[in-house]
T-cell receptor, first 116, second 109 residues
């Protein structure tokens, strides 16, 4: 595998639509993170998975945001009833090691979401 | 609350000049500190981490616990160093990164 991949790379949604963003981490990586990066800002943490377990979802901004990683590999971030303020780049990162061990995170290229 | 401050949005220097990108953090416990870099049209990638104490591409960063700073330095900037730089402590429980706002380094010929 070449690295972390994300799809789609660009998504335009009308306000109120649901969207699903996919992340394929590096094979064998235990940890998976989602971040949201608004224009001109640094990335902000959304949620964390260790294998299939979602251990931290403290950064999800509302109950419209939902993430899953059912088989401990591919992850999907779903946003329901999108709002304009959801417009951002959504970054996925994976790490070989488990929670609490502070290792390097490998980032995907991001999905740029624009809500009209 | 955990906070990271990178006071300069843009730092512009000439090739060969010294560079210092500032980072201050407020954090409880003993964070692991990272610098990540994003070159034009590339993805975010690790530049260096405090614990390894290594120099990458000529950059070093010293942790000053008294001042809670982790400034990134390079004695002689190169044009290929032009990029966005993020300081990011890692939170203890999950390893999540807390990013600063980022500093754009522009190295002029």
């Amino acid at each position: 595998g070449a690295g972390v991949s994300q799809s789609p790379r660009y998504k335009v949604a009308k306000r109120g639509q649901d969207v699903a963003l996919r992340c394929d981490p590096i094979s064998g990586h235990v940890s998976l993170f989602w971040y949201q990066q608004a224009l001109g800002q640094g990335p902000e943490f959304l949620t964390y998975f260790q294998n299939e377990a979602q251990l931290d979802k403290s950064g999800l901004p509302s109950d419209r945001f939902f993430a899953e990683r059912p088989e401990g590999s591919v992850s999907t971030l779903k946003i329901q009833r999108t709002q304009k303020e959801d417009s951002a780049v959504y970054l996925c990162a994976s790490s070989l090691i488990r929670a609490g061990v502070k290792g390097e995170q490998f980032f995907g290229p991001g999905t740029r979401l624009t809500v009209l | 609350a955990q906070r990271v401050t990178q006071p300069e949005k843009l730092l512009s220097v000439f090739k060969g000049a010294p560079v210092e990108l500032k980072c201050n953090y407020s954090y409880s416990g003993s964070p692991e500190l990272f610098w990540y870099v994003q070159y034009s049209r590339q993805r975010l990638q690790l530049l260096l981490r405090h614990i390894s104490r290594e120099s990458i591409k000529g950059f070093t960063a010293d942790l000053n616990k008294g001042e809670t700073s982790f400034h990134l330095k390079k004695p002689f900037a190169q044009e290929e160093d032009s990029a966005m730089y993020y300081c990011a402590p890692s939170s203890g429980n999950t390893g999540k990164l807390i990013f600063g706002q980022g500093t754009t380094l522009q190295v002029k010929p």
